[in-house]
C-alpha cells in the first residue's frame, strides 16, 4: 500500500520501515485513533504508506484515502493571493498585502468597527491579527429563508449558507482586542479572503484552486466539496469517537464544509499533500520566486518560546519556527471527527504529512509521529528530542479536568445553598436572538442526574458546528451554560461551559440570556453576547 513516487525510482531508504509500522500501530493504541495516512518528502523521494482502519468495520487506510484537510486549507488561500498580487493582473491589489479589505467587498465588509472596516488588510486576515477572535459557534450552516429548498418537520424554510453570508454576519459580531495588537486564530478571515479570491477572479474559490495550484501539480484526489469527493474514486475515511464508556469506536456524521472555504474545505490525501509540499520546498511552478518568497515570510508572533522550541511565527497559513537550529514551516487542522497535520523544513528538504479520524488526538498521534521522522531525519540525539507526545497529553488532561470543574472556575464565590431563580425556569423557555450567533430556543428536559431538578437545553442544528446548549442553574439569574457539540454524539475535547445570566425585565418576565463566550481549548475570549428574547 505504500508508494514511491520519485519518477518512479527507487527509494535509497524508505523511513516508513516496518519498525516504524510497529511504532505507527501502538501509538494509533495509545491516543485511540482507527487509522491514518502518512507522507513524506526526503528531497527527490516521496513515501507514503497508510495504517489501521479507514472505516470499520475492515477498510484499511492506504495513500489514496481521502480524508478532510480541514485547517491545512488555509495555506492554499495564502498561496492563491501571493499569486494574485505578483500576477499584477488585478490593480485592486495594486497596494499588495497592503490593501484594504472593504476596497474589494465594500459592501459586504461592514464591522461595528469603523476603523477597522475601513483600514484591515488582506495581510491582517492572513496572519490572524485582525482583533476578531475565533466566533466559530457563529457560523451557520445554514440560514433560514422563506424561499429556501430546505423544509423544516414544522414548515420553516431553510438554505446553504454561502460565504458571502459569513463575511456579512461579521457586523454582528465584536473584536475582542485592537487590529495589529495580538494573534487571534480566527477562522472567518479566511472566509473573507476567499470572498475577496471570488470577488477579484469572478470565479469559484474551487475553481481558482484548481487553475493555480492543484491542476498544474497533479493534484487530482484534492476536493472542495464533500458530495464529489466521496463519489471519486479514492475511498473517503469515516471520522470516529471514542467512548471511553462501552470502549468503542463510534461513527461520526459527515460534515459539510461548503461555507467553511478557504478556512477549511480541502479534502485530499497525502500523495497529493506530498507534491504541495515539494512544490514549497522547491520553490517550484505554478508560483514565482517572489510568491515563494511571500509565503514563506512571517508576518506576527504567534507564540513565545517553549519547552524544546523556539517561539513561532505566523504568515500565509503557516506557522514559522525554529527546532535544534532547523527552520520548520507547519499547519494543523481539524474537524469535528478528523485531523491533519503538515510539517516541511525547507534548508533539509524534508516534509511530513498526515491525515487521521478522530478529533483533537488525530492531531497528538500525527505530532507524535512527525516528530519521530523529523528527529531520526535530523539525527537528533534521544535525550535532544522534542516529545510532542508529553505536550498532547498534558492539553487533554488539563481540559479532562477543568471539564468536571467548570461549576468552580465560573463561580467560585457562589452560595452554598443557591439563591432560587427570580423567574420559575418555565417561564425562562423560549427563543432568543442575537444577530450574530442566531437564534437560540430554549425547552424544558428533565435533569440527567437530579430527578427533582430541571435543566433548559437548546439544540443548534442551523450552525457549522452543531452544538447542544445545556443551562443549569447556579444560583439567582445565573447559570451555567455546558456546550456538546454535535447532536447524535458528542465529542469530548468540545465540551465547554460558559458563565450565562437571564436579565429580567420590571415586569418579572425574561428580557435577555447573556452568555460570555469562550474557546475553551484554545483559552480565548470571545466576548458578551446578549440575545433578546422574542415575544411568542
Request: aromatic share 10%; proline share 6%.
Amino acid at each position: 500500500m505504500g508508494e514511491n513516487m520519485a519518477d518512479k525510482k527507487q527509494p535509497s531508504e524508505s523511513p516508513l520501515t516496518a519498525e516504524f509500522g510497529e511504532f505507527v500501530k501502538k501509538q494509533l493504541d495509545e491516543w485511540r485513533v482507527p487509522g491514518l495516512s502518512i507522507g513524506v518528502l526526503d528531497g527527490d523521494n516521496i513515501y507514503t504508506e497508510g495504517y489501521g482502519i479507514a472505516t470499520f468495520p475492515d477498510t484499511p487506510a492506504t495513500a489514496e484515502t481521502v480524508w478532510y484537510g480541514a485547517s491545512t486549507t488555509k495555506a492554499f488561500v495564502g498561496a492563491v493571493l501571493a499569486h494574485l498580487i505578483d500576477s499584477k493582473k488585478h490593480p485592486e491589489l495594486a497596494k499588495g498585502w497592503a490593501t484594504p479589505i472593504s476596497s474589494i467587498i465594500r459592501d459586504d465588509f461592514v464591522l461595528r468597527d469603523t476603523w477597522a472596516t475601513e483600514h484591515l488588510t488582506l495581510e491582517d486576515a492572513v496572519c490572524h491579527r485582525t482583533g476578531f477572535p475565533r466566533h466559530d459557534k457563529s457560523l451557520q450552516r445554514y440560514i433560514e429563508d422563506e424561499h429556501g429548498p430546505i423544509v423544516e418537520p414544522d414548515g420553516r424554510r431553510k438554505r446553504y449558507a454561502t460565504i458571502k453570508d459569513v463575511v456579512r454576519n461579521l457586523r454582528n459580531v465584536d473584536l475582542t482586542e485592537q487590529p495589529r495588537v495580538k494573534f487571534q486564530y480566527c477562522n472567518l478571515m479566511f472566509v473573507v479572503l476567499s470572498h475577496v479570491i471570488e470577488t477579484l477572479t469572478g470565479k469559484p474559490l474551487e475553481q481558482v484552486m484548481h487553475e493555480v495550484i492543484w491542476d498544474p501539480l497533479g493534484m487530482t484526489s484534492t476536493y472542495f466539496d464533500l458530495d464529489k469527493a466521496r463519489a471519486g474514486p479514492n475511498h473517503f475515511a469515516r471520522g470516529y469517537n471514542f467512548n471511553k464508556d462501552n470502549n468503542k469506536f463510534e461513527q461520526m456524521p459527515w460534515m459539510p464544509v461548503r461555507e467553511c472555504s478557504g478556512a477549511g474545505a480541502i479534502m485530499s490525501n497525502v500523495i497529493d499533500y506530498a507534491k504541495w509540499m515539494k512544490c514549497l520546498i522547491n520553490q517550484s511552478e505554478p508560483f514565482s520566486e517572489a510568491a515563494h518568497k511571500d509565503i514563506r515570510t512571517p508576518r506576527i508572533i504567534q507564540r513565545l518560546p517553549g519547552p524544546g522550541m523556539d517561539g513561532s511565527l505566523y504568515g500565509l497559513g503557516w506557522e514559522r519556527t525554529v527546532y535544534r537550529n532547523h527552520v520548520i514551516y507547519a499547519h494543523g487542522g481539524g474537524t469535528h471527527a478528523y485531523g491533519a497535520q503538515v510539517y516541511w523544513l525547507p534548508e533539509d528538504k524534508f516534509g511530513v504529512v498526515a491525515f487521521a479520524n478522530t478529533a483533537i488526538t488525530s492531531n497528538a498521534l500525527q505530532d507524535v509521529l512527525v516528530y519521530k521522522l523529523i528527529n531520526d531525519k535530523l539525527g537528533i540525539a534521544p535525550e535532544n528530542r522534542f516529545d510532542p507526545g508529553r505536550g498532547w497529553h498534558g492539553i487533554i488532561d488539563h481540559h479532562q479536568q477543568n471539564d468536571n470543574k467548570g461549576l468552580d472556575l465560573l463561580f467560585p464565590d457562589r452560595p452554598e445553598k443557591p439563591l432560587p431563580s427570580p423567574v420559575d425556569i418555565k417561564e425562562l423557555a423560549g427563543t432568543y436572538y442575537d444577530s450574530g450567533y442566531k437564534s437560540i430556543t430554549l425547552s424544558v428536559k428533565p435533569h440527567p442526574n437530579r430527578e427533582d431538578e430541571v435543566i433548559l437545553v437548546a439544540d443548534l442544528p442551523n450552525t457549522t458546528w452543531q452544538f447542544r446548549l445545556e443551562l443549569h442553574h447556579v444560583s439567582g439569574s445565573w447559570w451555567i451554560a455546558y456546550v456538546n457539540q454535535g447532536l447524535e454524539s458528542s465529542v469530548e475535547f468540545f465540551k465547554e461551559w460558559e458563565k450565562a445570566e437571564f436579565k429580567i425585565g420590571p415586569n418579572g418576565k425574561p428580557t435577555a440570556l447573556v452568555i460570555e463566550w469562550w474557546a475553551r481549548l484554545g483559552n480565548m475570549y470571545e466576548g458578551l453576547v446578549e440575545f433578546r428574547r422574542i415575544q411568542e
